[in-house]
């Protein structure tokens, strides 16, 4: 498909977004075969975008902003065309690889849960991580397996195991400002208080667990999106680690991360093991 100077604009916008907001999702996505790249890109400036509107817009209504933002999405998806960039982009992805419009939804009411839900049981911690998660896994499966319905299907249940992992640990990392600038606490039956480090450990092992099951999807991804999801897949492993080793105190006082010379070098590494056959 030919795509027009404003087409290419709005997806390099998505893109340069994506690199401001994500230094290891971009390491990732780089090394997607080309024609996957643009299509990541504009999954994740929508992703990014929402998510700003719900965490940082504090001097703005963002329950308001959040309501228009999805009816703008809709809207943009449905007349194949929007003013605004970021939704440009991302209903050109939505529209060119038929992504579904229940993943679309799903997603944004995770965030407008972000709103109103400070503390969750297991069944809206459930929903929330699904919407908010595993269902953008499920877009980006969507445009690795482009008319191949077969191939999708058979990775939908690691790709949202995936999802649920990455989600699992950035509430982990993210702990500290969600509790403390939020007033939100993630994990069911759980808080300041209560996060012993019998809880944490007991959270660490359903992150394991979900992580075991993902990478047995990655290893049946084709090669064309294999090792740009193993590169993101094996730096949350390291930040898993790394909060592995901390205490559920610690936990409260700062946010954990990878820098980026170890992200650089984890990449180079992952490089290499991949085009000898061993990743």
Known sequence: MIMDLYDINSLKISRLTTKNYSTSF???????????????YAIYGFVRVADEIVDTFHDHDKRELLERFRAETFRAIEEKISTNPILHSFQWVVNKYNIDLGLIHAFLDSMEMDLTEKEHDQESFKKYVYGSAEVVGLMCLRVFYLDDDRGYEALIGPARKLGEAFQKINFLRDIHADYAERGRFYFPGTNLETLTETAKREIEADIQSDFDEAYQGIRKLNRASRLGVLVSYTYYLKLFRKIRRTSARKLFTRR???????KILLFISLWMRYKVGLA
């Open 26 to 40: 971009s390491l990732g996505v780089k090394i997607l075969h080309r024609s996957n790249r643009m299509p990541i």
């Open 256 to 262: 954990y991360r990878i820098s980026n010379t170890r």
